[in-house]
């Protein structure tokens, strides 16, 4: 596979205080730099026999090439994110930020923050859209590494002294806001509308029990912090509890394949949470028993070990 060069996105001679010979240096040497070491490393890559070639030549050719792509795919991301004058984010944009910052002064103050921390450093600071939780964050990467796992990265500045040296010497500060008062802002939003429209990652769906209520760990560990009484059922089978050491705390343990010897006591004016050890089936079975007889029953996703995840409190099992 051979990698293709992008022209470049923005306009060298529109800028304001960035000089096209700088645009130019960067482009051709670093960016054109970074493809034409990917496009080797792959070449290197498709002639080795992985079977025969030493496990740590692998390993360092491929974290080159890691760093090569993201290298060249950050350089494209920065020359797209210029070109504007910085000051107007238009409105969807705007309101991410807000959304996800605050305020689009503190979304500045902190990108500004994270990009400055790299000036005697080399690396990236990014803005970037996580599909999985449907938000924007910064991030620094250093050495073209760190990228979020599924992240969007929708604006980069380069901290390399080779994005600003030879305008600006070792003036990092005066760069950074030169970058801010040339940012794209139309090009970052559209960049964000596409990102937004990548589906998070598919999510455990349990069909057999798509109709039972369910209540994720912290919507439980909310529902006990706010003193909302609720009568928690931990359903673990019998054989399980007799190795398990822990049980949620505010729970008592009530064995699922003797639901009638212990329905009587709860109240049916209370919630019911019920769970197991991983919420696969018999929380939601016991759930859907007590809801057939009449209780406001749901059960906790992720069961036990979901609630230990979240260090959730728990006390030794009696
Ligand atoms: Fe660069």
New binding site residues.
Partial sequence: MKYQLAPLFCRPWALNGISPRLIES?YEN??GGALNRLNALTEELELLDPATTPAHVLGRLKREESAALN?TLL?EL?FASLGGDGRVVPDAMAEALMRDFGSVDRWRQEFIALASGLANDTGWALLTYVPRDGRLINQTAMDHRQSIAGGIPILAI?M?E??YHLDFGANATAYIATFMRNIEWNAVQGRYEDAVKVAPPRRLEQKEFGDVPAMSVEEVAAMLAAGTPVQIIDARPRHYTTKAQDIMEGAVWRDPERVDDWIGELSKTEPVITYCVYGFHIGCQTAITLRKAGFDARYMAGGHYAWKAIKGPVKLLQ
């Fill in positions: 960067h670093n960016y290298s350089h920065y380069d390399y080779h994005a």
